[in-house]
């Protein structure tokens, strides 16, 4: 199972940090740029179930970077995020295809909320509370973690681990990530600490015959089926 694949485009950073927190903690895999060039550019490979821009930015603005994504033919919902509460700015932004509007200052709990709604017009779905791959399930709303039907105990940092690799299973995380996503800071801080927990991990999911988490040399972690 995989999450819905989010891209979080604003240029301040302490909100980008922020939001992309509040996102993936709500189950949504989230790549964050800085700017609308950026989003552009990334657009194709990441392919976003969703888009949440902001509007003023200085490169390009939101409502350029929107203008651009439909005239390459992209459905993708897009979800506006300003500082600007007028009836023009709305109307601009949802003739040049944008999906929603949401003015700063907002909670993040209406920023989850207009998400989930966009993706269900969408035909997308919030990922169920049990994550699962093969027979590794988690329930996130009984916060419990099963393999082949037994019970796992893991602690508050295992289990956030884990579930940062669930949420975003068959992608490969890198340290820098891991350590953002799961420890809240950057990678400045000390990238072994991503190593040790994912030998805690790997312990505490035992099964060596059909190992869950595998290491890509030079990039980083994923969670995964072995498929060999």
């Given at each position: ?55 003023m930015m200085p490169d390009l603005d939101g ?108 992608r490969v995380l890198s340290k820098a990530q891991i350590l953002d996503h799961v ?46």
């Amino acid at each position: 199972m995989t999450s819905s694949t989010l891209l979080l485009v604003d240029d301040e950073e302490h909100l980008r940090s922020m939001l992309a927190a509040a996102l993936r903690h709500n189950g949504f895999g989230v790549e964050a740029v800085d700017s609308g060039r950026a989003a552009l550019d990334v657009l194709p490979s990441v392919r976003p179930d969703l888009v949440v821009l902001d509007v003023m930015m200085p490169d390009l603005d939101g409502f350029e970077v929107c203008r651009r994504i439909r005239s390459d033919g992209s459905h993708v919902p897009v979800l506006f995020l300003t500082a600007r509460d007028t009836t023009e700015d709305k109307v601009r932004g949802l003739t040049l295809g944008g999906d929603d509007y949401l003015v700063k200052p907002f909670s993040l709990e209406e920023l989850v909320a207009r998400v989930e709604a966009l993706l269900r017009r969408a035909g997308q779905s919030r990922p169920d509370a049990a994550m699962v791959c093969g027979d590794l399930e988690m329930d996130d709303d009984a916060h419990r973690v099963r393999r082949g039907g037994v019970e796992i105990n893991l602690s508050p940092t295992e289990y956030n681990l884990l579930r940062y690799l669930l949420v975003n299973q068959g992608r490969v995380l890198s340290k820098a990530q891991i350590l953002d996503h799961v420890w809240q800071y950057d990678f400045g801080g000390d990238g072994g600490v991503v190593e040790t927990y994912i030998g805690y991990l790997r312990k505490k999911l035992g099964r060596d015959d059909a190992p869950l988490i595998h290491t890509i040399r030079g990039v980083g972690y994923t969670l995964r089926l072995d498929e060999s």
